[in-house]
């Protein structure tokens, strides 16, 4: 079946680290987003690709880099330089375009800086 | 992307419908309106979407009104399971282009036994 997988499903983090969290996709999606959600809050956009070798940043990006080198993998690397990187972060991807077709979310990734 | 006004918090009695409100006065023409829900911890989930008129799938319906200002998702028959926060968002159509869509806070939608 297709879908989006992400990992790992949790992540412990040392203060300093960088950390990648993993997106893979078997969808044949164009497009890839990178949401960060904090307790009680709505989904923030860290990063947004719509093809392969282009990436946009979103409203939070900051702290955060990511590479989009194939089209099935859109990896996030949370920097040291993010200040408060614990949060619960969710990959989506979708056809690039039409506005038939809305977001497929992976499981997530529940990142702890310890 | 329209924005959206959802109310924070909902309770149905199991069994019972439950209608799910969403507000998005400044829609344009080619913005469908999209549902999702997120069950806690999880990522979220795909319900059903729609332009103009109203649509139906196994899980729910979408009633959207005649000025596209606002709809509501329907879900006849509320189980336990449906306990969740629900999102609405709005989306353009169209061919080419990223679209940048904001999920808000959602209804935090709670069935009651």
């Known amino acids: 079946d297709g879908g989006i997988t992400q990992s790992p499903k949790y992540l412990f983090r040392k203060e300093g680290q960088n950390v990648t969290l993993s997106c893979e996709q078997n969808?044949?999606?164009?497009?890839m987003y990178w949401y960060r959600q904090d307790p009680g809050q709505g989904l923030r956009l860290i990063y947004y690709s719509q093809i392969v070798n282009d990436f946009q940043k979103g409203d939070i990006a900051e702290g955060y880099s990511v590479s989009r080198e194939k089209k099935e993998s859109f990896p996030l690397t949370v920097t040291s330089a993010q200040k408060n990187p614990t949060a619960f972060y969710l990959c989506?991807?979708?056809?690039?375009?039409?506005?038939?077709?809305?977001?497929?979310f992976g499981s997530g990734t529940r990142l702890t800086v310890v | 992307d329209a924005k959206t006004t959802q109310p924070p918090s909902m309770d149905c009695a199991e069994g019972r419908a439950a209608n799910l409100p969403c507000n998005h006065s400044?829609?344009?023409?080619?913005?469908?309106v999209y549902w999702y829900r997120q069950i806690h911890s999880q990522g979220p989930q795909y319900i059903i979407h729609?332009?103009?008129n109203n649509e139906t799938n196994e899980m729910a319906s979408l009633i959207i009104t005649e000025d596209r200002k606002s709809s509501t998702l329907i879900l006849p028959h509320a189980t336990l399971r449906d306990t969740a926060v629900y999102y609405c968002i709005v989306r353009v159509a169209g061919s080419g282009g990223y679209q940048k869509v904001t999920f808000g806070t959602g209804t935090k939608l709670q069935v009651i036994p």
């Open positions: 969808l044949n999606h164009d497009a």
């Open positions: 400044t829609i344009s023409g080619n913005e469908y």
């Open positions: 989506a991807s979708s056809i690039s375009g039409d506005g038939n077709y809305g977001y497929t």
């Open positions: 729609g332009l103009k």
